[in-house]
RNA sequence: UGGGAUGUCGCCAAGUUGGUAAGGCACCAGAUUUUGAUUCUGGUAUCCGUUGGUUCGAGUCCAGCCUUCCCAGCCA
């Protein structure tokens, strides 16, 4: 962990990862001495086949922050146990992006180190008879398995003596079967209640090119085998893993306990995150990738973490956010108001204002000088003095949001309106004295206003109040920039809630993207470098794009700021 | 119908040994506000899936029932 996360939750190390059940058996594990050194060490364990996303990011702040708070370890160790779906575009990803959420891992490993450990291990258990090659194909596995009500059956292979395994073994690694000939299974018990124990595969045959270890191996263990020694190898002491891997828990002892090395690793499950619209399988974020429903695994509409970031979510948010979701055994879905809150949260304070106009609607003050040109101090926050000031430019023709104008307005509308008077932020009251109309559309072209010199910086002297204050941009010192505002990914909460037939696809939102290519910002802004964060006054928090540059603006909208005046004007 | 989990406010989630329901988000009302933002104040479960039982007393113990999720990859 950074010193700067450190810092960030000192004297509350307690609240970092707040108690859970999980604790709860590392204080018991403590308490009974049965931890080596008492130094707890976790690990991070992805296989590198996709891109992280927020799912992972709760796994991340469980693994190191649990490793944190009892001054333990954890490493980040890849997976890579199939080469089959493996590359290293995903293990620079993911190293990157477990950086970036501020983590520092103490040992980054592959499984594929082990491999030779493995092995070795696998003719251990077959010395003791516990594991045997075994002849059938994959369908006939399957149909020796049994069901979830019937009991498996013994295969023929079962009883070959432990001389002809570690001959067919050594075979089978030597390469002298063809892909899917043979397996190696753990001999265990096909009657068990539990699937998982029925003589599960722990070697295939598969000759793929692995990214580190290349052509060396065409046998890979598989998960239930390979991870228990993987973190055994490690000397981990809690091995966390979400619910599905429960019923896998017998396995991983067996396999601990029958491979003759000395540590004891304790697998606890947890409930893996839902968030509310987004689709969390790795699988199914692929595709959106490969068949171009998205730009790429950082669409800013993605989960991924890179999507996130850039959209322009901090880690700081993400990392409060899984702290507040909290860790249970208990499948739930978390609502997506909850991110928007940590997001908005922490931009608030951080975020400079600055002012842009998304949906310009030009005004021309028709009292104000012809080519006066007035520069005003503005603070750049208010929730954070010490940020100071910058100058912005008025002049006598600006721009302003096409939602703050109405020429009919219902009732509790306080923006500006024919004939009404309203603020703009910083400078003057104006007056809307008429509307210029397109006279074929009927369209409104722009604002004719007055404004009143006396209320310069915002207040009248006469004490007259307005309800309204408006954010502006003066058009001759207008900046162009494109703005990409950006909706749920899916118009479902559970993006798998199809109809008959249908897949996740058909949930799709057609809507969410929308670009505004005429934005029009204030000049400080085309200085703004890529990543930069800025709240758009009355409008949200936004982003600069990784793709911005100064004769082309980009911004991507992270969040709008709460809207209670949505809520009032579709009751109007 | 086998096995493993789970069920506390709209959404998350605390509730160590039974003693009379934390907190966050969302929502509602009011105050402050040159962002209808922020901030602030107040409100929101007589009830803990359900039915019984034990007990002076149960969300917490016991029994039954029900809900939802996971497991029949040579994926992880």
């Not at 520092?104 to 082990?114: R, T, V």
């Not at 007056?431 to 409104?444: L, N, P, Y």
Request: include cysteine; hydrophobic fraction near 35%; aromatic fraction near 10%.
């Amino acid at each position: 962990m950074s010193d700067e996360i450190k810092n960030s939750c000192e004297n509350k190390d307690e609240e970092f990862v707040s108690s859970n059940f999980i604790n709860d058996f590392i204080e018991e594990d403590l308490a009974s001495g049965k931890v080596p050194n008492n130094t707890i060490i976790t690990r991070f364990p992805p296989e590198p086949n996709g891109y992280l996303h927020i799912g992972h990011a709760k796994a991340i702040c469980i693994d190191f922050g649990t490793a944190l708070k009892y001054g333990g370890k954890c490493n980040l160790r890849f997976d890579d146990t199939n080469p089959s779906k493996e590359d290293v575009e995903y293990v620079e990803s993911i190293k990157e992006d477990v950086k970036w959420l501020g983590f520092k891992w103490d040992g980054l490993f592959y499984a594929s180190e082990y491999f030779e450990i493995m092995y070795d291990s696998a003719i251990k258990l077959i010395k003791k008879g516990l594991a045997f090659v075994c002849d059938l194909t994959a369908d006939e596995i399957r149909e020796h398995r049994g069901t979830l009500t019937e009991p498996g059956k013994n295969c023929a292979y079962r009883d070959r003596s432990i001389e002809e395994n570690l001959d067919l073994f050594e075979k089978m690694k030597n390469g002298e079967f063809p892909d899917g000939l043979k397996v190696l299974r753990a001999k265990i018990d096909m009657s068990s209640p539990n699937i998982n124990m029925r003589d599960p595969v722990i070697y295939r045959i598969l000759r793929a090119n692995h990214h580190r270890t290349g052509d060396k191996w065409c046998i890979y263990p598989m998960y239930d085998y390979a991870h228990p020694i993987e973190d055994v190898v490690e000397g981990i002491t809690h091995s966390l893993c979400s619910l599905e891997f429960e019923d896998h828990r017998p396995l991983y002892d067996w396999v601990k306990d029958n491979i003759d090395l000395p540590a004891k690793p304790r697998q606890i499950e947890f409930a893996r995150l839902n968030l509310a619209y987004t689709q969390m399988s790795k699988r199914k974020l692929l595709q959106l990738v490969n068949e171009k429903f998205v730009s790429g695994w950082d669409d800013p509409r993605m989960p991924t973490i890179s999507g996130l970031r850039r959209r322009g979510f901090t880690s700081a948010s993400i990392r409060d956010f899984c702290e507040k979701i909290g860790v249970a055994k208990n499948n739930s879905t978390v609502e997506y108001a909850l991110l928007e809150h940590c997001i908005r949260n922490d931009l608030n304070t951080s975020a400079s204002r600055v002012m842009a106009v998304l949906k310009p609607l030009k005004v021309v003050i028709e009292n104000y000088p012809k080519d006066q040109v007035e520069w005003f101090d503005v603070e750049n926050n208010p929730e954070n003095p010490e940020t100071g000031t910058r100058k912005v430019p008025f002049s006598r023709e600006i721009y302003i949001e096409q939602d703050d104008f109405m020429e009919n307005p219902p009732n509790k509308f306080f923006r500006l309106a024919p004939g009404r008077e309203v603020r703009l932020k910083n400078t003057y009251f104006i007056k809307c004295e008429s509307i210029v109309a397109d006279a074929a559309t009927g369209q409104i072209i722009e604002l004719r206003c007055s404004y009143d010199p006396a209320s310069r910086g915002g207040n009248s002297p006469d004490g007259r109040k307005v309800k309204g204050t408006l954010h502006w941009v003066s058009v001759q010192h207008a900046v162009k920039a494109k703005v990409c505002i950006y909706d749920h990914l899916f118009t479902k909460i559970d993006p798998e809630d199809v109809e008959e037939g249908k897949d996740y696809i058909s949930n799709l939102n057609p809507n969410s993207l929308e670009i505004l290519q005429n934005c029009m910002v204030e000049p400080d802004l085309a200085n703004a470098k890529p990543g930069e964060r800025f709240q758009f006054l009355r409008m949200g928090y936004y982003c600069v794009d990784i793709t911005s540059s100064p004769d082309k603006l980009i911004f991507n909208r992270t969040v709008g700021l709460k809207d209670t005046w949505a809520k009032v004007s579709t009751k109007c």
